[in-house]
């Protein structure tokens, strides 16, 4: 099993960091903002992941020695005595305080999601060392969560003009990133954070990643669904075969079953097989087939799709006036889907008369990997320290990029009066007063203070 070494879970430059603060130094204090971005709030999550995961195994002195062999080599000072210090009095666990917002708080940008404070005098450079693996640890899932979030609400808007209800929302984005992540530790993270706001995913590393750090029994849900190899293996003159072993296999009362018919000829599958010799079967299956129409451009290929097959399968119109096809057929585009072509495709829909209840979208590198700390501007900065018993604010307001000014102090982040959970703002921690700080201590000394499960993530973060 390979050891991590959280030492070296670093940027080169914070092993020399130590030697560069002020004499007399004893704590310093950081947060973590998004300072700008394309979405108005963002999802907090993924802490408690990385806590559990990183920061409750203490270093050993041979993580110390490695470390030390390590950045000697690479051109760097280490703190030894600094390291050694931690594994002495501290049993290998780093004296720090981590404060969040809880799990799944939906924050306006430029407000202070974390705060983090070094807990022992002797360790005030550790509160820094500390930035490379926790700026990453969130900026990631939080990304993924707030995108997939943000698209839920275009969905839900779409459903709301152009369906009966929000039914079937959990389930109108399906995960379909996992090869396309760029390691597995970012499908777990990146999946589980989409799981947040949904509930269809086909990343099983994302299961596991919600059951091992959040408790989640079971988080999502997937179907049979076929894939290219598997249909293409019958070659093209038994493509009828094919879709027939499919619901030979699958179908069935209750069941759901997506079959991908792009293979060859999407609209000769549509008319001549799925609406001509497996017609009945498609009709009295008691389940419902989902048609996947896999290349093209995605608006022309999902409206077209969805025409021929109302009128082969005939459509009825809802309480909204929009067509909708019978239950026992729908379709899913898994191709060319990004939070841009979402609501085109939505569109396109809305103006041939055809309710979002028709479609799914399947999202792949989009969703998981199309994503960056840039996205919503993810930076954690000190904004306070305390020098020979007396705190001080330490800030950076460069003249030749304002939009970088950080805060300054001790903060705290407080509801606003009208009760509205969007409404937050960021203060100084001394004008608190009597108002509850929703920064709350999650991580102190080795130790998680506070536990959330998956579900209440969810609810904090449902629309």
């Not at 820094?128 to 839900?156: C, D, F, G, N």
């Not at 009825?316 to 939070?339: A, E």
């Not at 028709?358 to 700390?373: E, P, S």
């Not at 009760?419 to 920064?439: F, M």
Request: hydrophobic content about 40%.
């Amino acid at each position: 099993m390979f050891h991590h070494n959280l030492i070296l879970n670093v940027d080169s430059y914070k092993a020399s960091h130590y030697l560069q603060y002020p004499p007399g130094s004893e704590y310093v204090s950081s947060y973590i903002e998004c300072r700008g971005g394309e979405f108005p709030a963002a999802v907090f999550f993924g802490l408690q992941a990385f806590i559990q995961q990183y920061l409750l195994t203490p270093i050993q002195r041979s993580d110390i020695d490695e470390a030390e062999a390590m950045l000697h080599a690479h051109g760097l000072p280490f703190h030894r005595a600094g390291w050694e210090h931690i594994l002495q009095q501290h049993g290998g666990l780093l004296p720090l305080e981590i404060s969040a917002v809880p799990e799944g708080t939906v924050v306006p940008l430029h407000n202070v999601m974390l705060q983090v404070v070094n807990t022992c005098v002797e360790s005030f450079w550790l509160t820094s060392y500390i930035e490379t693996a926790l700026v990453r640890a969130i900026w990631y899932p939080m990304t993924v969560a707030t995108q997939s979030r943000a698209i839920k609400q275009t969905i839900a808007r779409y459903l709301d003009d152009t369906a009966d209800s929000r039914d079937g929302l959990p389930f109108k984005l399906h995960d379909f990133g996992g090869r396309g992540a760029s390691s597995l530790e970012s499908a777990m993270l990146g999946g589980m954070a989409h799981l947040v706001n949904f509930s269809g995913t086909d990343t099983v590393s994302a299961l596991v990643a919600a059951r091992r750090y959040y408790g989640a029994e079971m988080a999502g849900f997937s179907i049979p669904a076929a894939e290219h190899s598997t249909m293409t293996a019958w070659g093209r003159e038994r493509e009828a075969d094919a879709y027939a072993n499919m619901l030979d296999q699958f179908a069935g009362p209750g069941k759901v079953v997506a079959v991908v018919s792009d293979s060859y000829d999407l609209w000769h599958a549509i008319e001549n097989i799925w609406g001509g010799v497996l017609k009945e079967r498609v009709i009295n299956s008691g389940g419902t087939l989902v048609v996947r129409p896999d290349s093209g451009d995605p608006k022309t290929i999902v409206t077209e799709s969805l025409e021929r097959l109302m009128r082969i399968f005939g459509s009825r119109v809802n309480s909204k006036g929009y067509r909708v096809l019978p239950d026992f057929i729908r379709v899913i585009q898994g191709d060319g889907v990004t939070r841009k072509t979402i609501p085109e495709i939505l569109q396109a829909m809305k103006e041939r008369g055809q309710s979002a209840e028709n479609i799914t979208f399947g999202m792949g590198g989009a969703l998981l990997q199309k994503v960056d700390r840039d996205l919503l501007s993810f930076a954690m900065k000190a904004s306070a320290i305390r020098i020979d018993g007396r705190w001080q604010d330490v800030y950076k307001n460069p003249v030749t990029g304002p939009e970088k000014k950080s805060k300054r102090g001790r903060l705290a982040l407080v509801r606003d009066g009208n009760g509205s959970r969007d409404e937050v703002t960021t203060i100084k921690l001394e004008d608190l007063g009597a108002r509850d700080n929703l920064l709350q201590p999650v991580y102190r000394d080795g130790q998680l203070l506070q536990e959330t499960d998956f579900d209440t993530v969810r609810a904090r973060a449902e629309l």
